[in-house]
């Protein structure tokens, strides 16, 4: 071996090591710490605190989020981020990164509830009968917070992420219209959290495989004859009949359904009559069911309607089913990809340290976040703890009572952050020339 070729095994082995310390860095993780950091300085923890407050004043309820979508367009402005905008009437979706794949997604949902609020406090909702109950005001704040993250450093992110602020998650199939507006076109991973209030602060909670259940809603109508209550025998009476129809729906789960494979079947409305002496022509009766897989969900959606028509003929009873699709889609399961959350375990114990990373039990709430699972190739949701017992019980998603813990921004900005940049920084390694390097 001459003097020349062994200088070149010298600067081999110097570029081999410096490349393999580069990627050894990037799998520990060890960046994230510093997204935590940044985002508790005061400047930027106010200016997210600030975001969340505006939103909280003046709530907008789904696809009516006009100023909420201008507020975030603006602060994206002032960032220099590049957006897409309306999509899915208020939709906005930035865009962080070489503008190249591999395109990882970050969802935050931007509409409030129509509740009155009841906490006193200085920005206490001012649009009557409306309120964020559900944790949207801070959600949209967190992403705020990850895109100033991302675009100060743009530099480390090995692809694109998309930053979807999306309408509509409270039962308007925001999420569905995102998709069907392209929002979500060539994305190949996608990950969306919610704040909980059963979650300690500097916690998270999450799970592989389904997390939150498939939902949809139905309604009947159960007609017979009305008449005086004093002769029932010239009636044909539909509240009888309802009744016995309720009775009926509760033996699927109690009967049918595999007692490991957890199912609900809720009747939440019964409306029929007025008076106490008159028998009335129909009743309507509605409600929920849910279950963890589609095969679950669709046997119960055929029996709800067999067993509705069946038992109020009974009662000499007609009865029309309907399960309100159309205003209302169904929401399919939620389902977390193992090796996001593979990823998402290590992102998490870096930022809040181990044991912090909590193991989440399914919930048969539903989230429209599940409409981007039949999209995406692979989606990742978890839960952002914010209860802090020294200042109380918090009450939950969807009370009047509801109030966020605002130390809870940074976490969500920081965890956001970090879940795209070492998303896109695993693929472009486990894909990336780099790795024949070795
Ligand atoms: C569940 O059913 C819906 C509606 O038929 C379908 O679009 C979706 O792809 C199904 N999901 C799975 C995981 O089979
Ligand atoms: C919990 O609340 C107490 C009292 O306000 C505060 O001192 C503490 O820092 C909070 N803990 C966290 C983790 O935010
Ligand atoms: C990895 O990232 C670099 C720098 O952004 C880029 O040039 C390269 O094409 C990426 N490789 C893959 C496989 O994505």
Same mark, same amino acid.
């Given at each position: 071996?001459?003097?020349?070729?062994?200088?070149?095994?010298?600067?081999?082995?110097?570029?081999?090591?410096?490349?393999?310390?580069?990627?050894?860095?990037?799998?520990?993780?060890?960046?994230?710490?510093?997204?935590?950091?940044?985002?508790?300085?005061?400047?930027?923890?106010?200016?997210?605190?600030?975001?969340?407050?505006?939103?909280?004043?003046?709530?907008?309820?789904?696809?009516?989020?006009?100023?909420?979508?201008?507020?975030?367009?603006?602060?994206?402005?002032?960032?220099?981020?590049?957006?897409?905008?309306?999509?899915?009437?208020?939709?906005?979706?930035?865009?962080?990164?070489?503008?190249?794949?591999?395109?990882?997604?970050?969802?935050?949902?931007?509409?409030?509830?129509?509740?009155?609020?009841?906490?006193?406090?200085?920005?206490?909702?001012? %649009? #009557?009968?409306? &309120?964020?109950?559900?944790?949207?005001? @801070?959600?949209? *704040?967190?992403?705020?917070?990850?895109?100033? /993250?991302?675009?100060?450093?743009?530099?480390?992110?090995?692809?694109?992420?998309?930053?979807?602020?999306?309408?509509?998650?409270?039962?308007?199939?925001?999420?569905?219209?995102?998709?069907?507006?392209?929002?979500?076109?060539?994305?190949?991973?996608?990950?969306?959290?919610?704040?909980?209030?059963? %979650? #300690?602060?500097? &916690?998270?909670?999450?799970?592989?495989? @389904?997390?939150? *259940?498939?939902?949809?809603?139905?309604?009947? /109508?159960?007609?017979?004859?009305?008449?005086?209550?004093?002769?029932?025998?010239?009636?044909?009476?539909?509240?009888?009949?309802?009744?016995?129809?309720?009775?009926?729906?509760?033996?699927?789960?109690?009967?049918?359904?595999?007692?490991?494979?957890?199912?609900?079947?809720?009747?939440?409305?019964?409306?029929?009559?007025?008076?106490?002496?008159?028998?009335?022509?129909?009743?309507?009766?509605?409600?929920?069911?849910?279950?963890?897989?589609?095969?679950?969900?669709?046997?119960?959606?055929?029996?709800?309607?067999?067993?509705?028509?069946?038992?109020?003929?009974?009662?000499?009873?007609?009865?029309?089913?309907?399960?309100?699709?159309?205003?209302?889609?169904?929401?399919?399961?939620?389902?977390?990809?193992?090796?996001?959350?593979?990823?998402?375990?290590?992102?998490?114990?870096?930022?809040?340290?181990?044991?912090?990373?909590?193991?989440?039990?399914?919930?048969?709430?539903?989230?429209?976040?599940?409409?981007?699972?039949?999209?995406?190739?692979?989606?990742?949701?978890?839960?952002?703890?914010?209860?802090?017992?020294?200042?109380?019980?918090?009450?939950?998603?969807?009370?009047?009572?509801?109030?966020?813990?605002?130390?809870?921004?940074?976490?969500?900005?920081?965890?956001?952050?970090?879940?795209?940049?070492?998303?896109?920084?695993?693929?472009?390694?486990?894909?990336?020339?780099?790795?024949?390097?070795?």
């Amino acid at each position: 071996m001459d003097s020349s070729s062994r200088w070149y095994l010298l600067l081999f082995l110097v570029h081999f090591i410096c490349a393999h310390a580069g990627i050894v860095v990037g799998a520990s993780v060890s960046g994230s710490e510093r997204f935590l950091q940044m985002s508790k300085e005061s400047e930027f923890f106010e200016w997210m605190v600030d975001i969340r407050r505006r939103i909280h004043l003046n709530p907008e309820l789904g696809y009516e989020e006009f100023q909420t979508s201008e507020l975030v367009r603006k602060e994206l402005d002032r960032m220099g981020i590049s957006y897409k905008h309306p999509i899915a009437v208020t939709g906005v979706v930035g865009f962080v990164g070489t503008g190249k794949p591999p395109f990882v997604a970050l969802r935050a949902d931007m509409d409030a509830l129509a509740l009155q609020e009841s906490v006193e406090w200085e920005y206490k909702s001012k %649009v #009557p009968g409306k &309120m964020h109950a559900c944790g949207h005001d @801070a959600h949209v *704040a967190m992403l705020l917070g990850a895109a100033k /993250i991302l675009q100060e450093h743009k530099n480390e992110l090995k692809g694109t992420a998309v930053l979807l602020f999306q309408p509509a998650e409270e039962g308007g199939g925001g999420a569905k219209k995102m998709i069907q507006a392209g929002a979500v076109d060539n994305v190949d991973a996608i990950f969306g959290l919610h704040v909980a209030t059963d %979650v #300690p602060i500097g &916690m998270v909670s999450s799970r592989t495989g @389904a997390i939150m *259940a498939g939902s949809g809603f139905f309604e009947a /109508i159960i007609s017979g004859k009305g008449g005086h209550a004093a002769i029932p025998q010239h009636t044909i009476d539909p509240i009888v009949a309802a009744s016995n129809v309720i009775v009926s729906l509760q033996h699927l789960v109690s009967r049918e359904a595999d007692p490991l494979d957890s199912q609900v079947v809720t009747v939440a409305k019964f409306q029929g009559g007025g008076a106490f002496n008159v028998i009335p022509d129909s009743v309507t009766i509605g409600g929920t069911f849910r279950a963890f897989s589609n095969e679950s969900f669709f046997q119960l959606k055929q029996r709800i309607e067999e067993v509705i028509v069946a038992q109020a003929s009974v009662h000499r009873c007609s009865a029309m089913v309907s399960f309100l699709n159309e205003e209302q889609p169904f929401f399919p399961v939620t389902v977390n990809d193992d090796t996001l959350y593979a990823l998402f375990k290590k992102v998490a114990e870096g930022i809040l340290g181990s044991g912090n990373v909590r193991a989440q039990h399914p919930v048969m709430g539903a989230e429209d976040f599940a409409f981007y699972n039949e999209v995406i190739p692979k989606t990742f949701y978890y839960f952002l703890g914010m209860q802090n017992e020294s200042n109380g019980l918090l009450r939950p998603g969807h009370s009047p009572y509801f109030t966020v813990n605002e130390q809870v921004l940074p976490f969500g900005a920081a965890l956001h952050a970090s879940l795209a940049i070492q998303y896109l920084l695993e693929e472009n390694t486990s894909h990336g020339s780099s790795h024949d390097e070795l």
